[in-house]
């Protein structure tokens, strides 16, 4: 157990470090220089370039670029070049903004393909079942932005209420019940939206999970005993279908800083996407190149906890 | 008891084949998936209509040109005709009704859908091919040759030719024409070694230079973690954004980063089935290498890359729509649907058409690839075909 942490954190480490030098790289290498992005503008005469360049390293080889880079990343002293502003503060910021779109997303993610997926097992080849597997097709295919401006139409024509941005323009003194209300409406859309891929592809897995375990010996011994469907479904068959998907927790936390780029820019929305998405039109490399590290982060952490999770609930693993 | 009965009772039936060819197995279980019919026909559909419209919409004088403005004509709905009496001669729609209404700019949007719907097939076609291009080629390496180990001094050795080449093209020339020089010193000093080397022991340098860095297959594999680790949406953006607009662009940016999946199921299919008795036999035949790989292995372990790209088309196609939406991709006035339905959101309360079309007709398209591949993957599942 021991030594199987401490050889995925070396391996971990080492990956992480080329994911650090692959997209340094790709920032570097591509055309075009940051200090390009605005030929136009007076104020960019060569001296304030060349100060630019001086300030920000841009003039030293690659390496030694790299190496400033990412020695300020672990100080916390990278500034965006934007704003002068701590990098880290902001993506702080933003992430407290995206935190309540990922959480209640989740939920809805969570709580709605797990009655789906095993109401269609039970009922396999059913209506019900051949309609929700057309559905989650569906779901699955319908383009994020276009499944963003059906549903304004539908929410604003229908119920009369703004839905862009996190709360209404200049909604300062009302009452507390229609504050929480306007919050309400203003989170739902994006999180249903940022749910939608989720549900239909979480309710196949759990269906196909729960069909294998259907068709153990052990849940024909559970009918012949002659116990009532319910127990035989709900107690025998589900839970050890469960299994694989307590490994999922672990996979979840890269979405937690992903923040879809559309959705987020669709309904304005102040969050980590579209902070990134800012900043690659502004060129602001010490963002999109912190966002990149701290993804990479959580991708290598939550495939770690979903293999310690592994071990801890399957006891047939050992390593 | 006479002689032909106690045949009769004894006769053992001699062991049957299968009573229909692999190809007739795949008809029947087809024939009876009808969403993945579906799908196929919708394909078949989508295809006709991008390849006439490209012939339709392009030329020096397109029958339906996407790019005619028509101001007075601006925000027609669908089906509305043109209205004569305002338009010159040559701007008259050819049907003389705008099929699926105009834009801001007055401009035909059935041609512009016809436009873009080569856009989004090709997009689809070429990313999809080169990110399975990459995938057999890795994923075929690191399956077949997987436990050959790479020598520290040849793994040394691309790091720097790698290393000199990139620096040449960031313009460090100096370091990396030094680094060049070094690797090529390195080849010929390692060429004259060969047919100079008389000493006896080796020095322990060269020892270390000579063994064993990694296998073929950790370092593939290893390359595939790194690759997973990037968030796949926002790489592809971060490149898209950095790279000058064009269509080739898309299509490369979303190739390379898309082959990870195919590489590892072409892995874990080689490494099967180089163990397998007809793999052993082709040896023994003496086949070679090549042979083996593309005539004997190759066949039998295409089925999950086929798999795994009709639903990478559907993916290619949305991400291509999210970038023209986002007004990366495809540089106007070249007409996408991610674009036309990117243009159209400024009027959904008063043309919804600009942004129901296009959003519909990329929804049925990524849906019937995803109902093909869903299908396909059913059929190719060997639980599911009838036993004997």
């Known amino acids: ?317 050992r390593l | 008891m006479d002689k032909k009965d106690f045949r009769k009772d004894f006769y053992i039936e001699p062991p049957l084949g299968p009573k229909r060819t692999r190809m007739q197995e795949f008809q029947r279980l087809f024939g009876q998936n009808r969403l993945a019919i579906l799908g196929l026909l919708i394909f078949i559909l989508f295809f006709c209509c991008a390849v006439t419209g490209l012939f339709l919409t392009s030329g020096s004088r397109p029958i339906f040109d996407p790019a005619m403005v028509r101001l007075q004509e601006k925000l027609r709905p669908p089906l509305s005709k043109a209205n004569l009496d305002s338009l010159q001669p040559e701007e008259v729609p050819v049907l003389g009704i705008y099929l699926m209404g105009t834009d801001d700019l007055g401009r035909d949007v059935f041609a512009r859908m016809l436009q873009g719907a080569w856009v989004s097939l090709t997009v689809g076609f070429v990313a999809v091919g080169i990110s399975v291009l990459i995938g057999i080629f890795m994923g075929g390496i690191a399956g077949y040759f997987g436990q050959h180990y790479i020598r520290t001094d040849h793994f040394l050795f691309t790091l720097a030719l790698i290393l000199g080449t990139g620096l040449m093209i960031a313009n460090f020339t100096f370091i990396g024409t030094v680094i060049l020089l070094l690797c090529l010193a390195y080849i010929f000093y390692s060429l004259l070694a060969r047919h100079g080397s008389t000493e006896k022991e080796t020095p322990a340098l060269k020892a270390m230079l000579h063994s064993n860095a990694v296998s073929v297959d950790t370092l593939i594999m290893r390359i595939v973690d790194i690759m997973l680790c990037f968030p796949s949406f926002f790489l592809i953006l971060t490149v898209v954004a950095l790279l000058p607009a064009s269509i080739y662009n898309i299509m490369i940016v979303i190739g390379l980063t898309s082959w990870m999946g195919t590489t590892r199921f072409v892995r874990a299919e080689f490494l099967s089935l180089r163990e397998q008795d007809f793999v052993a036999a082709a040896k023994a035949l003496g086949l070679s290498t090549f042979r083996i790989i593309f005539r004997h292995i190759m066949p039998n372990a295409i089925a999950p890359v086929l798999v795994s790209a009709t639903i990478g088309i559907a993916s290619a196609i949305l991400t291509e729509a999210g970038l023209s939406f986002l007004g990366f991709g495809v540089p106007p006035p070249h007409a996408t649907w991610g674009n036309i339905l990117s243009n159209g959101k400024n009027f959904i309360f008063d043309a919804p058409w600009l942004t129901f079309i296009p959003g519909i007709a990329i929804l049925i398209v990524v849906l019937s690839f995803n109902l093909f591949g869903e299908g396909l993957r059913d059929i190719l599942n060997p639980k599911l075909r009838e036993r004997y």
């Open chain 1, 1 to 317: 157990m021991l030594s199987f942490i401490g050889r995925s954190i070396v391996q971990k480490t080492i990956t992480l470090f080329f994911v650090s030098i692959v997209s340094f790289l790709i920032i570097h290498l591509a055309p075009g220089k940051p200090s390009q992005v605005d030929p136009l503008n007076p104020k960019f005469t060569p001296e304030v370039v060349e100060r630019f360049q001086k300030e920000f390293h841009l003039d030293k080889p690659l390496y030694i670029q790299y190496i400033y880079f990412y020695h300020d990343l672990f100080t916390g002293k990278t500034v965006s070049w934007k704003d002068n502003q701590s990098v880290l503060k902001k993506i702080w910021e933003r992430f407290l903004n995206s935190l309540p779109l990922f959480v209640v997303g989740t939920l809805i993610t969570w709580t709605l393909s797990f009655p789906v997926g095993i109401r269609s097992a039970i009922f396999r080849g059913g209506i019900y079942d051949r309609s929700a597997t057309f559905l989650s097709y569906l779901l699955i295919s319908i383009p994020g932005f276009f499944f963003a401006y059906v549903l304004i139409i539908f929410v604003v024509t229908h119920f009369h209420v703004p839905v862009i941005g996190m709360e209404t323009f200049g909604i300062g003194d009302a009452p507390a019940t229609y504050l929480f209300m306007d919050r309400i409406w203003h989170l739902l859309l994006p999180s249903v939206l940022g749910a939608t891929g989720g549900i239909a592809v979480l309710s196949r897995y759990v269906r196909s999970q729960m069909l294998e375990v259907e068709g153990q010996d052990y849940i024909r011994t559970a009918r012949a005993k002659g116990l009532p469907p319910e127990q035989v479904h709900y107690k025998h068959a589900l839970r050890n279908a469960l299994l694989p998907f307590v490994t999922m927790f672990g996979l979840i936390l890269p979405g937690l800083i992903g923040g879809s780029v559309i959705i987020e820019s669709i309904f304005s929305w102040p969050g980590m996407g579209r902070m990134a998405y800012e900043a690659i039109l502004a060129r602001d490399y010490p963002i999109i190149l912190t966002v990149n590290f701290v993804s990479a982060v959580l991708v290598l952490a939550g495939t770690f906890i979903s293999d310690l999770l592994y071990l801890v609930v399957d006891p047939r693993i």
